[in-house]
């Protein structure tokens, strides 16, 4: 009897064993698929956040459109930057000057920016040709843009 009893006692605690391991291996998945779903997160606030810009990111936007106007070869003025304030949006006013596919071109990728801007103004005008501009390409064109930073957050 007294082996019996010990046989039953030995057999209650290996179930019990394999119950608190199963629960254990159960909470190491849970953990596993936990820390999955916050590296994921992070990543996604990593990329959402690149899209909204604070003050400092004004400077970021400013070199990427110049960045994007030297690579089609064009001059860029910033004619002005207005931060915004509690009710309104930053605003860049800038031009650029180049041959007519330069800056058509430029007007493209600058409504494809990666921060979400809007172009509130985009004036063409035709400038007067010179002899080094050539009869082929038609002479030098100025754009005048305004556009309104949409994803901007006050630091």
């Known amino acids: 009897f007294f082996a019996l009893s ?7 605690d290996i179930l019990s ?3 608190e391991l199963l629960e254990n291996r159960k909470k190491e ?4 698929a936990l820390r999955r779903l916050a590296a994921g997160v992070k990543e996604e606030k990593v990329k959402i956040n690149s899209l909204f810009l604070n003050e400092s990111g004004l400077v970021r936007l400013m070199e990427g459109l110049e960045s994007l106007g030297k ?10 930057v207005f931060a915004g304030d509690d009710e309104s ?16 071109q430029y007007l493209y990728h600058v409504d494809n920016f990666p921060y979400p801007l ?5 004036f063409f005008q035709k400038m007067g040709a010179s002899k080094e501009d050539g009869k082929k390409e038609g002479g030098k064109w100025q754009v005048v843009f305004d556009v309104k930073l949409e994803s901007y957050e006050k630091s």
């Not at 998945?29 to 596993?32: M, Q, T």
């Not at 690579?71 to 002005?80: A, D, E, M, T, Y």
């Not at 930053?90 to 058509?104: A, I």
């Not at 809007?118 to 985009?122: D, T, V, W, Y």
Request: hydrophobic share 35%.
């Open 6 to 12: 010990r046989i039953y006692l030995i057999k209650n």
């Open 17 to 19: 064993l394999r119950k």
């Open 29 to 32: 998945e849970d953990d596993g």
């Open 71 to 80: 690579n089609f070869g064009l001059n860029l003025k910033i004619s002005s």
């Open 89 to 104: 949006k930053p605003r860049v006013s800038f031009s650029v000057e180049g041959t007519f596919n330069q800056v058509f």
């Open 118 to 122: 809007s172009i509130e103004k985009s």
